[in-house]
């Protein structure tokens, strides 16, 4: 009897990790077993961000970005007329003399996102986002075909991202949840392409639906481009085998889902497509035989668009978080200024207020997915895009190819930032890095194989070293630093500054490079004892998991430290009533408030009690 049930424990025990390895189950036993790790580990990643966001959920604290803070002047007068009316404000008459709000309103059909706005209350919706983003991570490794170990390591590296983070932040929510929906899209997708069936048709317009109901159409068309890459290929090879009956069938139930999308998500698309020729946005579709002149007048303008173009040099920061200094708001004390703080940021952007940084074991991951699963039609597809993207990325950095897009395709023109497009850099790496993990785990390693493995993680090591050796011949200067403190204290003086400024930001890349160059040897570390087979790949599998999952969320929990306020009394500080707020509403004539012009097109105060002509809006009109 003990030896029975010493057997069934050891048999338990062998299934775990041939589930966490990936192989797939055979038994009814090994199905609920599989789902039961899976349910643990969805309770996991529930634990961890909740504690993440113990602010949030525990101390009644919000986001303390820019954008939240403004956005409550901004729609100060539209909420107060929806509180006492009870009906939905269509006017905002304190911004920019009056303008539009019906625009802004979300979809009022009930679906998803509806119920995860009607149980905020209970807990906060942002918690659910990024839950329902870590199931989908999860669940887009499992189909896949890769390792349950794959899908957790998918699963923390996307929700750990600190891009995501600084969203919730500054307050970018609609783009936080177009980009949860991505996993869901990509795998509802897949199934049409494979399966093509009725049910497939309805998960994918379910899914895509969600996605364009959340308005930021810039992710909608990054995921558009997602979709058209990963599905070139299987849409052809349909036309080379002459399947005809698929491709028609193929066809028709895509149409009938856009068909669909269309009709669930027709109430805030055909109101933003009503407004946006009257906004800064506005334009119509591109025609190819117009002046260059006369397209720049439509959409954002390219220069406007184009502010936020990311460098070749900013690439490092994808791969070493401060290698550039870390964000605008931070800053480094130095000695030799009696502690006083300088800007830590001296990359090329105006400003920066998030990291993009991947993950570097995601990154080696990703590459050793590409090199060694190459073969498979979706890694080509992703691999391209990817490369594609991080053109893409630096915008009028790599002109020619950003122009093309910006005044040939139809609505492209409509986007500013093109450093936005590394959401999808990144979410593609981590695609790719399931790929590379699910080899290490489930590959028999040959010579050839071991080999190449090593040349590949030696000069992946060393390529992060690389900056210890030419960190000190770099500018660490931003572009107009020098002539600004050459304006106020003279150049001889503003020299010196700038040498202690190099010398502060430089300590600060060494210690970024160092710490990267750690958790390469770490990890590496854990992928030589995989490619060794000592039996135990499950374990050192795991072990990566952890070790991904440590190098994002360390970076996210020091991003995170300090960035949540009392909404309440920020409000009534930022604008709390004075002699001049008095003074004006004594006056019940009609009339519109000129802030001073400084802060014509920045400041939300003057919008919380009065009719004013300024204010900020991405969309104005």
């Known amino acids: 009897m003990a030896k029975s049930r ?108 509806t119920i995860i706005n009607k149980i905020d209350p209970l807990l906060d919706w942002r918690i659910w986002y990024l839950w329902l983003g870590a199931i989908g991570m999860f669940l887009l490794m499992r189909y896949l075909g890769l390792s349950a170990i794959s899908g957790m390591m998918a699963a923390f590296a996307f929700i750990l991202l600190p891009h995501s983070h600084a969203l919730i932040v500054v307050g970018h929510f609609s783009k936080l949840r177009a980009l949860v929906w991505m996993p869901y899209i990509m795998i509802t997708f897949l199934m ?14 379910a899914a895509f639906a969600l996605q364009l109901r959340t308005q930021h159409y810039q992710i909608v068309f990054y995921t558009m481009l997602l979709m058209a890459f990963i599905g070139f290929w299987p849409y052809l090879k349909l036309l080379i085998d002459k399947k005809t009956g698929d491709f ?55 220069d406007y668009a184009t502010n936020w173009s990311y460098t070749l040099a900013e690439f490092w920061n994808l791969v070493i978080p401060k290698f550039h200094g870390g964000t605008s708001d931070e800053g480094i004390r130095v000695p030799q200024l009696n502690n006083q703080q300088i800007p830590a940021y001296w990359g090329d952007l105006p400003f920066t207020q998030s990291y993009e940084y991947m993950g570097v074991l995601v990154a080696l991951l990703a590459l050793l997915g590409i ?79 071991t080999k190449n493995f090593y040349l590949i993680l030696g000069g992946f090591a060393l390529l992060m070293a690389s900056p210890l050796l030419f960190g000190g011949s770099l500018s660490l200067s931003s572009a107009n630093e020098f002539a600004q403190y050459a304006q106020r204290f003279g150049e001889q003086q503003a020299q010196q500054l700038i040498d202690i400024f190099r010398e502060a930001r430089l300590e600060v890349l060494r210690e970024s490079t160092m710490r990267t160059l750690f958790i390469v040897l770490l990890g590496g570390a854990c992928m030589w004892m995989m490619v060794r087979n000592s039996g135990k790949n499950a374990v050192w599998g795991l072990a990566l998991v952890l070790l991904v999952t440590v190098d994002l969320g360390w970076i996210s929990i020091n991003y995170l430290d300090g960035k949540f306020v009392d909404l309440k009394r920020e409000e009534q500080q930022r604008y709390g009533m004075n002699a001049i707020d008095r003074l004006i509403l004594q006056d019940k004539s009609m009339f519109r408030v000129v802030p001073p012009l400084r802060v014509l097109a920045s400041d939300s105060r003057w919008q919380y009690y009065h009719q004013s002509i300024g204010g900020y809006s991405p969309a104005k009109p």
């Open 248 to 302: 028609l069938k193929f066809n028709g139930l895509f149409i009938g889902a856009i068909a669909l999308v269309v009709l669930i998500v027709a109430q805030p698309l055909f109101v933003t497509g009503d407004y946006t020729p009257y906004s800064t946005r506005g334009g119509n579709a591109v025609n190819i035989f117009e002046d260059i002149s006369q397209q720049d007048k439509k959409g954002v303008g390219f």
């Open 371 to 449: 090199i060694f699963c190459w073969k498979d039609t979706l890694v080509r597809s992703i691999s391209l895009l990817t490369l594609m993207a991080l053109l893409l990325s630096l915008g009028k950095h790599f002109a020619p190819l950003y122009k093309l897009f910006f005044y040939y395709l139809p609505y492209f023109d409509k986007f500013r930032v093109p450093m936005m497009i590394l959401t999808l850099v990144s979410f593609n790496a981590i695609v790719l890095a399931g790929y590379g993990l699910n080899y290490l785990l489930t590959t028999d390693w040959d010579a050839a194989k």
């Open 6 to 113: 010493k057997k069934t424990a050891q048999q338990s025990k062998s299934n775990s990790a041939e589930i966490l390895q990936g192989k797939s189950p055979s038994t009814l036993s090994e199905t609920l077993n599989e789902n039961r790790t899976a349910l643990i580990f969805f309770g996991v990643v529930f634990l961890a961000i909740i504690i993440l966001y113990k602010p949030i959920v525990f101390d009644g604290l919000d986001s303390s970005g820019s954008d939240v803070i403004s956005n409550i002047g901004n729609t100060k007068a539209a909420k107060d007329f929806e509180k006492q009316l009870g009906e939905r404000s269509l006017w905002n008459p304190n911004m920019f003399s009056g303008m539009p709000y019906y625009h802004r309103h979300n979809a009022a059909s009930w679906s998803i996102d």
């Open 192 to 205: 049409l392409l494979r399966r093509r069936d009725l049910l497939s048709m309805l998960l994918f317009a």
